[in-house]
């Protein structure tokens, strides 16, 4: 185990109703909001109404940025920092998905910060300051909720990148499950596989001794694997959502990366795709996982990848690469069950981009941790994830 | 899964040489610091030395209490806020296990409130301000360097009693598996077990739905069965240590118990017997916990301590009283192999006093949430545990 700092100050208000502490957490910080949000869902829902009437309930004023964007866009981020130091915001208030978090996050740091926020994403300047972020979780997915990071992308540039600060952490979440049952079966199924990717860069790692991080990361999958199917089939089912809800939190809070080396290739590889086709997260990596296990799986790897078969797809098999192996059939089948595509090729990837991927990936540094890969192991995963070798 | 909210903002430094970061981690709160530990244990392992070179080299200044027992005592608690008042001090550090630092919040506590700090105990007052409080942990048991809650003992009244309090959480908590090194094998098996009870406390219970938190304690056990005769044997094995240390942390931060009822029946009939005899609160339990689980399983509670023999001990049986019981068997066993006392008759506990014992677990309430225990409940698993059914 390496030495590790963690801290996890987000006050998690978790459960049926909990929007009735929305007012009191946002009191804690001013009474000016910045109230950010997506598409019109929460307004169908009938979310929107119940915060704004909140707001004037408890004499916080707010402004608005609306039309935030599965992954979410500079453009956007550029208006709502320009909305907080116009109307001198106390705290950004995000209503949504990982999306919608990962934009507040940004324009709070924004907001603190005298050039374009994009250079937070170049490294030209470092994130020392933010506005107090808050978040109303409507999507169990990213975890953005109770970390540091957000990941944003640019449309100018076609990038999509991370970042991340202590400053960003949400100061409160409210984390009602209810709120995720008009999420579609197909936004289901992609949430629960990014849940699942971020137990995975985790959990496959080089670093010895982590056994209690191991465990717990296998004890989030395997809810994920339970709950996923259950949500898709009953979107009403609170038991379902809460389990998948908090295990979203959990999984990338920094308990399960605690002392150990993380991978990131797959996520590395899954944001270039993304950054030229605007795919969803979660339906990338359902595509790329199977494939990148599948390209790693080497004597090295066989051991922790064949400790995933066995523990969390109850495998038995004494042969570390057959059971692996098994392991990553279980993954690839359960991903199809929830109706995800197998083929990049299927969600309208061109082969001809490809090598523009690859290159773009590995462009400033080599991938992973668990498995290096280089640009040539990148272009392998692509053209078998793509469905046929390409040319 | 019920609603919850949580918590848990102790900054936690965890891995080898990280008392490096004490001097900087103390002078966020002030200059001036009640050094609080037990016996001489941190003297002769040099970690006394350490600390107070590190007060000099950051121009901190100090005062002392020493001497602080297993089962710490309200008249040391007294003696610190003494200190605390008499040389205005700015935060209260505890090196040492989880009976000093109990004392620590206690402490803590008392030096903002002018009444008796027994008083927290008695529910005649509440804790609303405490001075901040910092840990350098040195054994692996009790989560108290992440979480909220104290246990003290009153001699005159023969009580322990617990409290809690948000202000109490620990600001920052050093955790450097190294110092659990001298730890020897009767109190590493003591600790491992408290750990264990913690968890049991918190996974047997009756709230349904929360698959993930019975997961992650299933998680929590097998790291410790795993471990606790590995850091027996080698004492000086870091990976053991590191694993058993991070787990007792996690065990008892909130992440368990977030969502459910819990039970803490043991944990309140240990405290009486410890009242009274003053045993190691591990030792106590480890005679208990069997006897509880024997004597609480009927038809209702079969089926989570069935899942707990199937996930946890790897029972292959499909009728759940049959795999509960070999469930429980593995647990007893496992105690023994750790050297640990079966009965309460041999660590010296009367039979005279087993019914007073009784008496005052249930004076003022029913025990337990997974099952409720009555007064005579108490006393049948008591007789039982004493290893001759008494008169």
Redesign the interface.
Known sequence: ??????????????????IEDLGKEILNYGDKVLLVYGGGSIKRSGLYDQVVQIFQDNGITHVELSGVQPNPRISSVRQGVKLCKKHEVHLVLAVGGGSTIDCAKIIAAGAGYDGDPWDFFTRKAKIKYALPVGTVLTLAATGSEMNPSAVISNDDTKQKLGTGSPVLIPRFSILDPEYSFTVPPTQTAAGTVDIMSHIFEQYFSPT?????QE??A???L??CI??GPIAIAQPGN??AR??LM??SS?ALNG?LS??KLTDWATHDIEHEISAIYDVTHGLGLAILIPYWMQYILDEQTAPRLAEYARNVWEIEESEDIIAAQAGIKKTAEFFKSMNLASSLSEIGVESKHLAEIAQRATAKRTLGAFKKLEYQDVLNILQTAYGVVAP
Chains 1, 2 share one sequence.
């Open positions: 185990m390496l030495n590790f700092n963690i801290q996890i100050p987000t006050r998690i208000r978790f459960g049926r109703g909990k010895p001794g982590t056994f209690i465990r717990l296998e004890a989030m395997k809810t339970h709950f609170y038991e809460a389990n908090w295990t959990l308990l605690a002392g």
